[in-house]
Nanobody
């Protein structure tokens, strides 16, 4: 059974920092591309950051220069370091694991962790 368990969310003041973690089980973590997405109330889910199995990273425009994604294959965990947080970063953050098979793309999602940026 595949599980992606996010942690590290919470309430933080503007300008503050948080580090999200996503622990994966039930998959061969090292061969999966990993990512973080977020969804704010009334908005569509959007890309935050991704990291390929080879370590190449990609970021959404709104978080470039503030957020950093990383992975530790030995711990089956992907991280999202979030600095200089803004109220507009408030959302539920979801972890994603994906890989391309010969005939389809496989996607797994975590249940999400709430991040609230407010004074």
């Amino acid at each position: 059974q595949v599980q992606l368990v996010e942690s590290g969310g919470g309430l933080v003041q503007p300008g503050g920092s948080l580090r999200l973690s996503c622990a994966a089980s039930g998959i061969l973590f090292s061969i999966y591309h990993m990512g973080w997405y977020r969804q704010a109330p009334g908005k569509q889910r959007e890309l935050v950051a991704t990291i390929t199995r080879g370590g190449t990273t990609n970021y959404g425009d709104s978080v470039k220069g503030r957020f950093t994604i990383s992975r530790d294959n030995a711990k089956n965990t992907v991280y999202l370091q979030m600095n200089s947080l803004k109220p507009e970063d408030t959302a539920v953050y979801y972890c994603n694991a994906n890989r391309d098979m010969s005939d389809r793309k496989v996607n797994y999602w975590g249940q999400g962790t709430q991040v609230t940026v407010s004074s």
